[in-house]
T-cell receptor
Framework: GQQVMQIPQYQHVQEGEDFTTYCNSS?????IQWYKQRPGGHPVFLIQ?????EVKKQKRLTFQFGEAKKNSSLHITATQTTDVGTYFC??????????????FGKGTKLSVIP | DTEVTQTPKHLVMGMTNKKSLKCEQH?????MYWYKQKAKKPPELMFV???????INESVPSRFSPECPNSSLLNLHLHALQPEDSALYLC?????????????FGPGTRLTVL
């Protein structure tokens, strides 16, 4: 079955430093989505990548989708305390007969030291 | 209105109880989802309803029984649960249930099974 690995599991950064989390799938993904979950909160959709090699930016956040559509990354420039939370990638894989399987990565928990 | 509401916020039940979790959205979405999230783990997809029909059932035990009375409501009926079923149960909705849809999550119901 599909496996989606996400590293690192935890990341502690000083405010102002950059942060990157990586997602790797064992199979080719149809598309990948990124979510942020604040402590005690629920996942909030950030962005979706569909095309091979796609790069999207949202202010200080940069998202990339690999050429083979098996890996993705989220990079935050100059982290702020408001960036604290767990970042999840979620990949949809076509599993045949018109069906798709959704798998979340284990998440990267970001702590920002003021 | 981009809100998904869930009731109750917290639920404590015994292993012989029968209870229901409720989810509601008024965004006109035609797909609704149930997820289970254990502490420090990613959400795990349980069920997907598309146009009020069950389209994905991720091999969930029969003690969890989903119901979609109409396109705005989604229930999860619980019966004879085990302590290991204690978790945050998240509901989400999306436009039509395509893999490229944005999913909007509710705040969740925190379930404790004694």
């Amino acid at each position: 079955g599909q496996q989606v690995m996400q590293i690192p599991q935890y990341q502690h950064v000083q405010e102002g430093e950059d942060f990157t989390t990586y997602c790797n799938s064992s199979t080719t993904l149809s598309n990948i989505q990124w979510y942020k979950q604040r402590p005690g909160g629920h996942p909030v959709f950030l962005i979706q990548l569909v095309k091979s090699g796609e790069v999207k930016k949202q202010k200080r956040l940069t998202f990339q989708f690999g050429e083979a559509k098996k890996n993705s990354s989220l990079h935050i420039t100059a982290t702020q305390t408001t960036d604290v939370g767990t970042y999840f990638c979620a990949g949809w894989e076509y599993s045949g007969a018109g069906s798709y399987q959704l798998t979340f990565g284990k998440g990267t928990k970001l702590s920002v030291i003021p | 209105d981009t809100e998904v509401t869930q009731t109750p916020k917290h639920l404590v039940m015994g292993m012989t109880n029968k209870k229901s979790l409720k989810c509601e959205q008024h965004m006109g979405h035609r797909a609704m989802y149930w997820y289970k999230q254990k502490a420090k783990k990613p959400p795990e997809l349980m069920f997907v309803y598309s146009y009020e029909k069950l389209s994905i059932n991720e091999s969930v035990p029969s003690r969890f029984s989903p119901e979609c009375p109409n396109s705005s409501l989604l229930n999860l009926h619980l019966h004879a649960l085990q302590p290991e079923d204690s978790a945050l149960y998240l509901c989400a909705s999306s436009h039509e249930g395509h893999t490229t849809d944005t999913q909007y999550f509710g705040p969740g119901t925190r379930l404790t099974v004694l």
